[in-house]
């Protein structure tokens, strides 16, 4: 076909371009509402948040690559295309592999660092630490050989160019992925049932990680049309693989923003962020923080769990009074305030009190500004 010739038209083609512009929508609204949110609720973001925009900033690139794609005869057969056209087909196949892994791996780290900033304990956050760097480490692996997939100088022409095994490498690809969203799911699952919480709970946290098996779908899905790379008719049998790619990291970057109410994880009763406090007063002894002193406490059965809160000693003058250079002296008891969850499902607030206060306004204080705090 003479050069300058208009691309032959695909519908395939053209409707995998209009469908990768709105995965990309789709994918950017999903980020800027988890964002808006957390940033209306704790006017802070995480470094989860910042993994995230990286991996949309990736999607954006895969974007711009199909839609190149589509531009120089995707969904077309090969022999139809003219050679200016085959040249950009394969630049933007190729740009579309280097841009398509650091998407996933994106994503991913992002859940992760989210799991990480939930959990204080170190056992918790040493497992999500090794994922992640598995995580990483296979990807920058997979990157470089995606980069040198044929041999260079041009590495993005494979016809007529000698190039590995590059269905077996896409489908190593998938097979990792596949494996490592198992694994984001069952961190959760490793770090949520051990804990005191209701079921209720326990099933809305861990469903917020659970829709990570539609990315699974997604990439077993992609992983039947790998064949398209061993065709020699490589611009009419990729287009398949190509939408779902973009299907894919979609479905990575919405399910990456699902459980981003952090506000949500850190009041939950007895939850994620009251794991280690848990642990601490299982030992049912505390520490003033005022005085330095030990002292033991008594907290109320419950088969539920219970949050107890110190109060501080409180100040109380002496006999000199106000305006007479009266000493301040420190009153000794210390008051505790449980709040449970009873059989019915409720939560009950009781207090409890090691020694009587001398000082009966200023523990009535203490109560009211108690109350408004919780």
Known sequence: MASGQSTPTSGRGSGVGIAAWFLLVVSTVALITRLATKWAIGRVLHSDDLLAVIA?????????????????????????????????????????????????????????????????????????????????????????AAAFQCRPPHTWISAGNKCFQRASFWRTVGSFNILFDLGLIALPFYIIVPLQMRVKWKVL????????????GATAAQLNFISGFESTDLSGSFWQWALLAQIAQCVSIVTSC???????????????????????????????????????????????????????????RGAGGAGTGGAMELETARHRLEVYEDDSGGITKAT???????????????????????
Do not use: W
């Not at 394969?90 to 791996?105: E, H, Q, V, W």
């Not at 829709?211 to 699974?216: A, N, S």
């Not at 939950?268 to 962020?273: T, Y």
């Not at 090691?354 to 705090?373: K, V």
């Open 258 to 316: 699902v459980p981003y109410l952090r506000p949500l994880f850190e009041n939950l009763p007895s939850g994620l962020m009251l794991s280690d406090d848990l642990q601490r007063r299982s030992n049912n002894t505390s520490q003033n923080y005022y005085t330095g002193t030990r002292t033991r406490t008594k907290t109320r059965p419950s088969t539920k769990g219970s949050v107890a809160v110190d109060f501080p000693p409180t100040p109380r």
């Open 56 to 144: 949309l900033t990736f999607s954006i690139g895969t974007t711009v690559a199909v839609h190149f794609l589509a531009q120089n005869g995707l969904g077309t057969t090969m022999a139809t295309l003219d050679s200016d056209h085959v040249s950009g087909f394969m630049k933007s196949l190729y740009a579309l592999s280097l841009l398509y892994i650091p998407t996933l791996c994106f994503a991913k780290l992002s859940i992760i660092a989210l799991i990480r900033d939930l959990t204080p304990t170190t056992s918790h956050r040493s497992a999500g630490l090794a994922l992640g760097a598995l995580i990483a480490v296979a990807s920058f692996a997979m990157e470089i």
């Open 205 to 216: 946290v861990l469903s917020s990680f659970g829709v990570r098996f539609l990315d699974i």
């Open 352 to 374: 409890s009190e090691e020694n009587t206060t001398r000082d009966s306004t200023s523990l009535h204080s203490q109560r009211r500004m108690l109350a408004q705090a919780l």
